[in-house]
């Protein structure tokens, strides 16, 4: 159980355009997701918490328009990145939290790659 | 803020070895959880123990204990019999109860298993 997926797993884009991220909780009810960025050899560094049916709440240093996170339903978010540029080249990577047990435990997609030329 | 250190880079240690990873955090809070991920080379993040602070009892999951020290507020992370398949990153994170199943991540440490 706890499953999360997240589409595509890796995307190649050109500069300027928008790339959309999935995050989908498979077998649980995800009341709250989480959008992280890695750039490698170093830790994960929160972008924005999403809640179901609400506003996603962004970490400082994020910027809202250009991150756009939607959290649709209890099974899906998407992270949209417009305009993309080649600083936006990362590891994305989501987490879910569900409502019921365990709700203390954050389960994590497999990440997406994103490289912008 | 909570703040969650891992002192150690990149450790290595050889196959059927014990490995012992460490982790020191600073929170004024009393309820909270910690965890220990998991990032193989695939980067898929994978939980591999929790523990609870109200618990004084260390986590073990088969190859894998904690040891808590609550009132140092360290939290290191024990792998038994090492295996190849053990090589990743470990990250150390800290939970509190009142943050919105919010993590705060350790800078992790590159463990090398060696046959």
């Known amino acids: 159980g706890a499953v999360v997926s997240q589409h595509p797993s890796r995307v190649i884009c050109k500069s300027g355009t928008s790339v959309k991220i999935e995050c989908r909780s498979l077998d649980f009810q995800a009341t709250t997701m989480f959008w992280y960025r890695q750039f490698p050899k170093q830790s994960l560094m929160l972008m924005a918490t999403?809640?179901?049916?609400?506003?996603?709440?962004?970490e400082q240093g994020v910027e809202k328009d250009k991150f756009l996170i939607n959290h649709a339903s209890l099974t899906l978010s998407t992270l949209t990145v417009t305009s993309a540029h080649p600083e936006d080249s990362s590891f994305y990577i989501c987490s879910a939290v569900s409502g019921g047990v365990g709700t203390d435990t954050q389960y994590f997609g497999p990440g997406t790659r994103l490289t912008v030329l | 803020a909570q703040t969650v250190t891992q002192s150690q880079p990149e450790m290595s240690v050889q196959e059927a070895e014990t490995v012992t990873l460490s982790c020191t955090y600073d929170?004024?809070?009393?309820?909270?959880?910690l965890f220990w991920y998991k990032q193989p080379p695939s980067r898929q993040m994978i939980l591999v123990i929790r523990?609870?602070?109200?618990?004084?009892q260390n986590a073990t999951e088969n190859r894998f204990s904690v040891n808590f020290q609550k009132a140092a507020k360290s939290f290191s992370l024990k792998i038994s019999d090492s295996q190849l398949g053990d090589t990743a990153m470990y990250f150390c994170?800290?939970?509190?109860?009142?943050?919105?199943?919010?993590?705060?991540f350790g800078g992790g440490t590159r463990l090398m298993v060696k046959p």
């Open positions: 994170a800290f939970m509190s109860y009142n943050a919105g199943n919010m993590l705060t």
């Open positions: 523990q609870e602070a109200y618990k004084q």
């Open positions: 929170t004024s809070e009393n309820n909270y959880y």
């Open positions: 999403s809640n179901e049916g609400s506003k996603a709440t962004y």
